[in-house]
């Protein structure tokens, strides 16, 4: 039978603020700690203006990827290649800082619900000076699995059921989906044996196990050790929360806000790079 993957740890995000003064909930990060490759998993989830108004202004990144899910709410995506992109309820954007790209997020509203997150994933040593690229994925892109029973399963990046994500062939092969539950469903799922795993619940509780002695409460993350297949269930109230999983790089990660790199002196270069203007030359 195969192997059930076991609850290793459960973090608790903490509240804190990014950009010109963003209000969310932050579960992995370099304070919190990082799950191999990903870096950072935000949440933001607000109906005050005040929380995201000033949204986040043009700022660099080098080194990794960044996946932005909207869930309700519009922002306004702007790079120094000149793309332009409106992410509206459901869409996702992803995008591959590589070398360097210099890049804002402005709310398109003044008020109403702003929910999302964005999610950053390390790139191996040999991809984090390719040239950077970005793509935006509206929802009507992303297929969505739904079953008679009470089950929901949207799938951003990898493969679930058949069936595939629009985001392919990134080296970390991600998995990342968005499920709803029915109170009581199970939630199962292959995944490569020493792939990383973990979930994060934005709605509802879920239970971890087929036990429902040990439920995940909203706004806590839980990482799972190596195994063939994931197995959760939804508690009383039903359940939304996203999977995220990947191939772990296991190498050396030295960050400095937006740059994520292996050494030390490529980070210094970095810093150096943005200043001199060459960062995304």
């Not at 772990?248 to 490529?266: A, D, I, K």
Request: glycine share 10%; aromatic share 8%.
């Amino acid at each position: 039978m195969p192997s059930v993957r076991q609850l290793q740890q459960v973090i608790r995000a903490q509240k804190t603020s990014d950009g010109a003064g963003v209000s969310l909930f932050r579960s992995i990060g370099s304070s919190q700690g990082r799950v191999d490759p990903f870096l950072m998993l935000d949440e933001f989830s607000t109906e005050n203006p005040n929380d995201y108004i000033a949204g986040f202004p043009a700022h660099p990144h080098r080194g990794f990827e960044t996946v932005t899910y909207m869930i309700e709410g519009h922002m306004l995506h702007e790079d120094h290649l000149g793309n332009k992109g409106h992410l509206r309820s459901g869409d996702v954007q992803w995008m591959t800082a590589g070398r360097g790209i210099i890049h804002s997020e402005m709310p398109q509203q003044e008020q109403g619900a702003m929910r999302g997150f964005q999610l950053w994933i390390n790139l191996p040593a040999a991809e984090k000076m390719k040239p950077a690229g970005y793509r935006d994925i509206p929802s009507h892109d992303i297929p969505v699995c739904q079953s008679e029973d009470g089950r929901w399963v949207k799938v951003i990046a990898g493969d679930y059921e058949g069936l595939q994500g629009p985001i392919q062939g990134v080296s970390t092969q991600p998995l990342f989906i968005d499920v709803k539950l029915a109170a009581g469903m199970v939630f199962e799922h292959a995944l490569p044996v020493d792939h990383t795993a973990m979930v994060y619940v934005f709605e509802g509780e879920l239970a971890p196990s087929a036990s429902l002695s040990q439920a995940l409460p909203l706004k806590h993350a839980a990482v799972f050790g190596e195994g063939e297949r994931l197995h959760l269930q939804a508690c009383a109230q039903g359940a939304r929360f996203l999977v995220l999983a990947a191939k772990p790089l296991r190498e050396p990660v030295v960050q400095h806000g937006p740059f994520v790199m292996n050494t030390r002196e490529e980070i210094e270069q970095a810093i150096n790079d943005y200043q001199s203007g060459r960062l995304a030359a």
